[in-house]
């Protein structure tokens, strides 16, 4: 998973992208960069780490320029090198930088049609970077430089590139190019800023980046929809693609996105309480004459959830784990043991809201299930009489193939066991997963604004299709034996 913006100002924007890089750095924390147009020229500074290691005060001094975007990023497959760090930039045509969200499932062979057709060349593992050259050399195609070239342009990606995509661009002599994949699976939202200058105009993954720079929400970017800002502040937008199925990566609400984002025009925030509150409902069925004495939520994007089960059930809500906040997100970290690890360095106990209690933990979900499992036996230590284990989301059995490096199929805990083989292999004294279409009404919200999610790490459903090896190439890829191997472990 990544972040990306892009502004379009009346004055240097670099440093509004660092700060709006710091706000979606929850979205990859493990490279950054920033690329910006001043004039004639494309100025590009990235690196791997956080975005305040990445920039220092020297490097933000050179990045000058009214248009720009930034990136950051969490290492996907295939793709965890220094060198894979994002915007990518071809000087051909006119000069293009690019930052890209998502996963393209045609890598392969676009790269190869990059090749050997478009005559280009891809210097690294990125599909990032095979998307850059696709969309350059469609640009070069047409051979002008306006707003309707770049949606041509865009128009020859949307029928070339397969998968989850959002993307912002700055074009030398254009301005800002932005689209997004025609399912709308990943997310992209448009801002807007009035100042005395004029307007200026912004688009970031999430809209909580418009809160911190003065921005004001606009809207999201249709599926499928091309926007271009030109250098004078111009806004022109576009649909690029025939209207497709629209289904957001129901991932986004569950645990990636930030709870004071809005996605699709869905509070973040709202959504995990629903989530929260089909939860409760359905631990009452199941368990009328409950035994619950606290509910305890794994910190921190289960927390809106937690409360709301706590309140559907009418028990105490008890903060008991305290997180070290300079510790990374634990099933993206790239081996077993260290994320085993990592789990201690991440989360403590407070053992007085767990001496002598039945306590239950509710976390938002359960992929591998190596920090659900340590966290139950946590809880043991801290003296609970027992631990049950709510996930607000139902079990992971697939694979994410737009954008969230998930492991594969086989390293997934849920992955071909009843849920009462997870538990046991959990530790847990009671295991409950929400259902899928309770998860999907309870994000969609009492005003049914969207029909359709893109739920497949759920139910295994794939709206733009897949081919019959795909998932063979990315257990090559995406395994915790492949990524020993490829960093010479």
């Not at 000069?95 to 996963?103: D, V």
Request: glycine fraction near 10%; charge should be negative; aromatic fraction near 6%.
């Amino acid at each position: 998973m990544c972040g990306i913006i892009g502004i379009v100002g009346h004055n240097d924007v670099a440093a509004q992208l660092y700060d709006g890089l710091t706000v979606l750095q929850h979205r990859g924390q493990d490279a950054a960069g920033i690329a910006t147009a001043n004039g004639s020229r494309l100025l590009v500074h990235k690196g791997n780490g956080l975005v305040s290691d990445v920039f220092d005060e020297d490097s933000m001094r050179l990045l000058r320029g009214g248009i720009g975007i930034g990136h950051c990023r969490y290492p996907t497959a295939g793709s965890e090198g220094d060198d894979e760090a994002q915007p990518f930039y071809v000087n051909s045509p006119f000069g293009i930088a690019l930052a890209h969200n998502g996963n393209l499932i045609n890598t392969d062979a676009l790269r190869r049609e990059v090749f050997e057709q478009d005559r280009r060349n891809v210097n690294t593992e990125s599909d990032s970077e095979v998307l850059l050259n696709v969309f350059a050399h469609e640009l070069d195609a047409q051979k002008a430089l306006t707003p309707e070239a770049a949606f041509k342009a865009v128009e020859r990606v949307h029928q070339r590139c397969v998968g989850g995509y959002a993307v912002v661009a700055t074009v030398l002599g254009l301005g800002l190019v932005a689209f997004r994949d025609p399912n709308g699976i990943r997310p992209l939202v448009l801002g807007k800023r009035s100042t005395a200058a004029g307007d200026e105009y912004a688009v970031a993954s999430e809209s909580v980046a418009f809160d911190l720079l003065g921005f004001e929400r606009v809207r999201d970017v249709a599926p499928g929809e091309g926007i271009v800002i030109t250098a004078n502040g111009e806004l022109h937008a576009r649909p690029c693609a025939q209207p497709g199925k629209h289904t957001p990566c129901m991932f986004e609400y569950v645990y990636f996105a930030r709870p004071d984002s809005m996605i699709d025009d869905i509070s973040v925030h709202k959504a995990r309480m629903r989530m929260g509150q089909t939860l409760g409902e359905k631990i009452l069925r199941l368990r009328p004459d409950h035994d619950i004495d606290t509910v305890i939520p794994i910190p921190d994007s289960s927390r809106d959830a937690a409360l709301e089960v706590a309140n559907v059930l009418g028990v105490k809500y008890r903060e008991g784990f305290i997180k070290n906040r300079y510790v990374g997100r634990t099933f993206i970290m790239p081996g077993q043991g260290e994320r085993a690890k990592s789990v201690r360095r991440k989360l403590n106990p407070i053992p007085l809201e767990f001496r002598n209690r039945v306590v239950l933990l509710v976390d938002d979900s359960i992929v591998r299930g190596t920090t659900s499992r340590q966290i139950v036996q946590m809880a043991r230590d801290a003296g609970a009489r027992k631990v049950y284990l709510a996930s607000a989301a139902p079990p992971v059995r697939h694979p994410n193939i737009y954008g969230i490096d998930m492991p594969t199929r086989e390293e997934l805990i849920a992955w071909n066991r009843t849920d009462e083989e997870v538990q046991a292999l959990l530790g847990c004294d009671w295991l409950v997963y929400q259902d899928l279409d309770a998860l999907e009404q309870a994000v969609s919200g009492p005003k049914h604004r969207l029909e359709h999610f893109d739920s497949s790490c759920f139910n295994g459903e794939y709206v733009t299709g897949t081919e019959a090896d795909y998932f063979e190439h990315l257990k090559r890829l995406r395994s915790d034996d492949a990524k020993t191997t490829r960093r010479g472990g």
